[in-house]
């Protein structure tokens, strides 16, 4: 039998690699955030092209960070559409549909066509009044296909429609840059293409979208300064943390 995927013998060659970075973190004491987490956001920020990318616990929690926080905004009533693509990974999917159930939002989809122009044809064709949200993989995990992202996201923006992409299987796959995309925010984790861990997970929003998005998990980190109690309203300052 031949083995599909061997992840043993993909892994040996980075085993003191693993092992090294295992035992600097043991040796630390700092599980949560720390030098670490702070180098793989700022790498992943550099091979993305942007300034900053936000390290979360996986690729799931990447994806619900963002939807919670534009839900949160009150952006999405009763009626308002969502165009989701029939090739989802069921991290993308299931949010969506959770709140199809529980709101009525409505989600329309689209398989996606042999060529981009094909594909963005589809889109355009379910694009009205009501549609709030355009979610759609970068490469769908489905059959692999590299989706036309730059074209959507600038086909979203034309109509001031909200861009999430579902980058879970580009980021390590091909360069990206961000910025060019126009996305307005891009989601993804490292065990895939990029051959890391699990429980590894990154956001990007780009900045002129952050006011229009909401933390969703409050705490210390979340502000800069030690004195925001006595501010008349807490700002969620840039640099502040999770």
Partial sequence: ??????????NAVYQESF???????LDKGWFILGDEVQSFESNFASYCGTKYCIGVGNGLDAL?????GYIQ???????????????????????WMSRQKKDGIVIRKYTPGAT???????????????????????????????????????LAK????????????????????????????YASCSHKW???????????????MQERLRPTLLGSWNVCSPQFIAQPEIAFERGGRR
């Fill in 116 to 154: 981009a122009d094909e594909t963005l044809n589809r889109i355009s064709a379910l694009i009205n009044k009501k549609t709030k949200v355009i979610a759609t993989p970068h490469i769908p995990c489905t059959q692999g296909q590299v989706l036309p992202v730059k074209k959507i996201c600038k």
């Fill in 194 to 208: 990029m051959l890391g861990p699990m429980a590894a997970g990154i956001v990007y929003v780009r900045e002129e």
């Fill in 19 to 25: 092992q090294e970075k295992l035992k600097l973190v």
């Fill in 158 to 185: 034309d109509k001031g429609i909200f861009s999430l992409i579902d980058g879970a299987h580009g980021a390590g796959m091909m360069p990206i840059n961000l910025h060019d995309m126009g996305c307005d925010t």
């Fill in 1 to 10: 039998m031949i083995k599909f995927l061997d992840l043993q013998k993909i």
């Fill in 64 to 68: 619900v960070l963002i939807f919670k």
């Fill in 73 to 95: 905004l009150g952006k999405l009533q009763k009626g308002d559409e969502v165009i989701l693509t029939t090739h989802e990974h069921v991290g993308n999917a299931m949010p």
